[in-house]
Antibody, heavy 124, light 106 residues
Framework: QLQLQESGPGLVKPSATLSLTCTVS??????????WGWIRQPPGKGLEWIGS???????YNNPSLKSRVTISLDTSKNQFSLKMTSVTAADTAVYYC????????????????WGQGTLVTVSS | EIVLTQSPATLSLSPGERATLSCRAS??????LAWYRQKPGQAPRLLIY???NRATGIPARFSGSGSGTDFTLTISSLEPEDFAVYYC????????FGQGTKVEIK
């Protein structure tokens, strides 16, 4: 059974770079035609897709965040990571990593499974 | 950006009752819509993908319907674990989520 687990600092200073890692167990991130990506949820609010990397190496980001976000895969460690630059208090959220899939069709993914999430607070 | 609007914001029902949740897209997404359930303090879990397909391990009491701009998630008989927040998500364009419907105990 595939499992994902986020890790990284819980507190980041304003204007700094947020860095998170997702460790995948129970399967390889280099097998299958999947997306590997990040979704966040501000406290008490809804879900926002941040971005995803396709197994081929192509990356796709939310246009509203595009220039601040970098997603990368480390197949040797079976991990993928998120870097978000120039963070502000508005970036305070629970960050989830998730596998994206399109089944037998093309296009953008739905997300399954998800990691348990990690709260990142942006504050000085 | 495709905007998804969920209604109602809150649904107050009793265990065993039928729940009907709605998701409307700002433009056609064909059948490219998924539904998730998020229990308090947990990550969302995929229930339905591509409008009407149950995800692996999801009970038959969950069903999805619709296409184009109007979609429905139906829970035929609410179990205690179904009192949670439900989100829809479209994948016709870069992914966006609805704002959620909370199903609470009446």
């Amino acid at each position: 059974q595939l499992q994902l687990q986020e890790s990284g600092p819980g507190l980041v200073k304003p204007s700094a770079t947020l860095s998170l890692t997702c460790t995948v167990s129970g399967g390889s991130i280099s097998s299958g035609t999947y997306y590997w990506g990040w979704i966040r949820q501000p406290p008490g609010k809804g879900l926002e897709w941040i971005g995803s990397m396709y197994y081929s190496g192509s990356t796709y980001n939310n246009p509203s965040l595009k220039s601040r976000v970098t997603i990368s895969l480390d197949t040797s460690k079976n991990q993928f990571s998120l870097k978000m630059t120039s963070v502000t208090a508005a970036d305070t959220a629970v960050y989830y990593c998730a596998r994206g899939t399109t089944g037998y069709s093309n296009g953008w993914p739905w997300f399954d499974p998800w990691g348990q999430g990690t709260l990142v607070t942006v504050s000085s | 950006e495709i905007v998804l609007t969920q209604s109602p914001a809150t649904l107050s029902l009793s265990p065993g009752e039928r729940a009907t949740l709605s998701c409307r897209a700002s433009q056609s997404v064909s059948s490219s819509l998924a539904w998730y359930r998020q229990k308090p303090g947990q990550a969302p879990r995929l229930l339905i993908y591509d409008a009407s397909n149950r995800a692996t391990g999801i009970p038959a009491r969950f069903s999805g319907s619709g296409s184009g701009t109007d979609f429905t998630l139906t829970i035929s008989s609410l179990e205690p674990e179904d009192f949670a927040v439900y989100y829809c998500q479209q994948r016709s364009n870069w992914p966006t989520f609805g704002q959620g419907t909370k199903v609470e105990i009446k």
